[in-house]
């Protein structure tokens, strides 16, 4: 299996990485589609943020205007689908390229900080938590990225039962490595969504900054060959569970 996938040329992985562009734009709360845009903060452009100090990657940059100001009211415990498309405006038609162009590699991630206002313009400074993360799973060969693209662009995961009642930022990210072979290395896709999550509890989880929580010495930034990946670790903390 590892001599298949080294065996795709260099030049598969330049064309490919030209449509390794995807956005977060929307999402649902228990099956419930909240619409595209409500409650996501959803950047114009599907272009990459590669530098790993740069605030653009917290919640992007160059956002779609005006800027949502709903904050969606999520019961913790709750299943949140994430939904991604090959651009802002969400599904547009046929496109090889939505969700996300198939031959893109990596893994998904997500994340919470607290919050006083959901709604606010300063996402600097904050603390995060990893509430998920789909990375790479052996036998099967499979990314994060592949089960994005089979299916539709939804990504579907839990908010802790036991976090704190109030505002959070929910970011939720696409890595891609395609262009991860050297310096900078990882290409990141990311929104922000704002809910407010209730019925929680106390737990008080370890928290990253972001940025800060990635560099270029991390773990699975710099990837020599994603084609050729037999194991792979997800960058970031470890998932918090309750």
Known sequence: MKSTFASLSALVLLASS?????????????????GLGVGVRVPTSNNPITDLTSD???CNTGFEQ????????????????????????????PDPADPIDP?????????LAAVPSATQTDVTGLKWFK????????PGYQWGSDRLFINGGNATFTIPSCIASGQYLLRVEDI???MA????????????????VTGGGTA??????IPGVYTASSPGIIVPNVYAVESYTVPGPAVFTC
Do not use: R
Request: with cysteine; aromatic share 12%.
């Open 18 to 34: 030209a449509y390794s562009k995807t956005v977060f734009s929307a999402f649902s709360v228990n099956g419930v589609y909240q």
């Open 56 to 58: 653009n990657l917290i």
């Open 66 to 93: 005006p800027v949502s100001d709903v904050v969606v009211k999520v019961p913790a415990g709750s299943s949140v689908t994430a939904s991604f498309h090959h651009t802002s405006a969400g599904y547009v038609g």
């Open 103 to 111: 031959t893109d590699k990596g893994p998904l991630t997500a994340y």
């Open 131 to 138: 509430i998920w993360q789909d990375g790479f799973t052996v």
């Open 176 to 178: 891609s490595l395609q």
């Open 181 to 196: 072979s050297s310096s900078p290395g990882a290409q990141f896709f990311m929104s922000c969504a704002q809910i407010e």
């Open 204 to 209: 008080t989880p370890q928290t990253v900054s």
